[in-house]
Nanobody
Framework: QVPLVESGGGLVQAGGSLRLSCVFFGNIFSINVMGWYRQAPGKQRELVATITAGGKINYGDSVKGRFTISRDFAEKTQYLQMNSLKPEDTAVYYC?????????WGQGTQVTVSS
């Protein structure tokens, strides 16, 4: 079974919003860090946001003030709320969860922002 399943990508106009979800099919309490990364065509994968088990949050500079990472332990899910989207936010977004032994990646979900 795929350990991480993402959903919520799509096409949106600039200024719009999307929320990505990522469900973890494992022991969510074993995860040290949850996060979201993205990769645009021809570019390297970059950090979007991370949240540690203790709740410390880090955002990439380009999304600060617009994106919000959150999690729901009961639902074994992490979220990425994306507001005020820009065309440069267009990319494949990947969910990531890691602990000392494993580094899990989702299959990726396409986000396209039209101008």
């Amino acid at each position: 079974q795929v350990p991480l399943v993402e959903s919520g990508g799509g096409l949106v106009q600039a200024g719009g919003s999307l929320r990505l979800s990522c469900v973890f099919f494992g022991n969510i309490f074993s995860i040290n860090v949850m996060g979201w990364y993205r990769q645009a065509p021809g570019k390297q994968r970059e950090l979007v946001a991370t949240i540690t088990a203790g709740g410390k949050i880090n955002y990439g500079d380009s999304v600060k003030g617009r994106f919000t990472i959150s999690r729901d332990f009961a639902e074994k899910t992490q979220y990425l709320q994306m507001n005020s989207l820009k065309p440069e936010d267009t990319a494949v977004y990947y969910c990531n969860m890691k602990n000392f032994d494993n580094n899990y990646w989702g299959q990726g979900t396409q986000v396209t922002v039209s101008s």
